[in-house]
T-cell receptor, first 115, second 112 residues
């Protein structure tokens, strides 16, 4: 079985400051790793994913995440946040042998960006 | 807009009742997933259908059932509702079982 831990339930930050949202996972098999973002009153949107290859993956809106196998982590970072980044962010894993079928989500981290 | 349509957006009903939630996947997507998001349990995978057939099952209660129709839309049926069933129910779809999921905006169910 897999589990995902997002230790920070809420992260307040000022606009243009850097941010890191932490994600650690536990799994007895190899996994795919994902970050999803949920804006208010909307569904989840895929932000970025790690399937294989380079351990650093980037999204189109400036977020990046690095897969660290030894620390079983997949932290999300952004060097300078905007007000519009205010949302809930979910880390998720899926066993490689099930493809993307059985996503296991963390409890989410609410990013609050203030001016 | 993800292209996944869920209806209704909101549903308020009483304990013991039965409701049906509907999902239309993105055009061309064969796989449909149902997730439940509640305050105490977080996001939980319920069930997946692929081209009309059940493909994977998660933490779905026996009181809940789902199906995917020939036109690929899916319905999630919740019966003998309890207060604890109040949650946001998401549908997601993907092109194949190896493609990323695209989520709808959810149906918020309130059981009173």
């Amino acid at each position: 079985a897999q589990s995902v831990t997002q230790l920070d339930s809420q992260v307040p930050v000022f606009e243009e400051a850097p941010v890191e949202l932490r994600c650690n996972y536990s799994s007895s098999v190899s996994v795919y790793l994902f970050w999803y973002v949920q804006y208010p009153n909307q569904g989840l949107q895929l932000l970025l994913k790690y399937l294989s290859g380079s351990t650093l993956v980037e999204s189109i809106n400036g977020f990046e995440a690095e897969f660290n196998k030894s620390q079983t982590s997949f932290h999300l970072r952004k060097p300078s946040v905007h007000i519009s980044d205010t949302a809930e962010y979910f880390c998720a894993v899926s066993p490689r042998n099930t493809g993307f079928q059985k996503l296991v989500f963390g409890t989410g981290t609410r990013l609050l960006v203030s001016p | 807009d993800s292209g996944v349509t869920q209806t209704p957006k909101h549903l308020i009903t009483a304990t013991g009742q039965r409701v049906t939630l509907r999902c239309s996947p993105r055009s061309g997507d064969l796989s449909v997933y149902w997730y439940q998001q509640s305050l105490d349990q977080g996001l939980q995978f319920l069930i997946q259908y692929y081209n009309g057939e059940e493909r994977a099952k998660g933490n779905i209660l026996e009181r809940f059932s789902a199906q995917q129709f020939p036109d690929l839309h899916s319905e999630l049926n919740l019966s003998s509702l309890e207060l604890g069933d109040s949650a946001l129910y998401f549908c997601a779809s993907s092109t194949t079982v190896d493609s990323p999921l695209h989520f709808g905006n959810g149906t918020r169910l309130t059981v009173t």
